[in-house]
């Protein structure tokens, strides 16, 4: 078991999905569930068989989603910005 794999899938499906989430926040939180474990196995098989390129630019992505809504979001509510 490579936990570098599971790790960069589970971390870069959360990332992913509050992205999307973004574009479509109206939608009912059912789908969401629905979409974890696909992304999560798409991104295990992306890790595994394609270019590492492609999962490094998965996880940017991921971690400057969920570092936006932890670190900015949070200050802005600190300092009572919307």
Do not use: D
């Amino acid at each position: 078991m490579e936990w570098e794999v599971i790790l960069s899938a589970a971390f870069a499906s959360v990332g992913v999905i509050e992205y999307i989430k973004g574009f479509l926040p109206e939608t009912k939180s059912k789908l969401w569930r629905l979409l974890q474990p696909a992304l999560c196995l798409i991104f295990a098989v992306i890790s595994t068989y394609l270019p590492s390129w492609i999962m490094t630019g998965i996880l940017a992505l991921a971690l400057s989603q969920v570092g936006y809504e932890v670190i900015i979001e949070t200050v802005k509510k600190k300092i009572g910005g919307k």
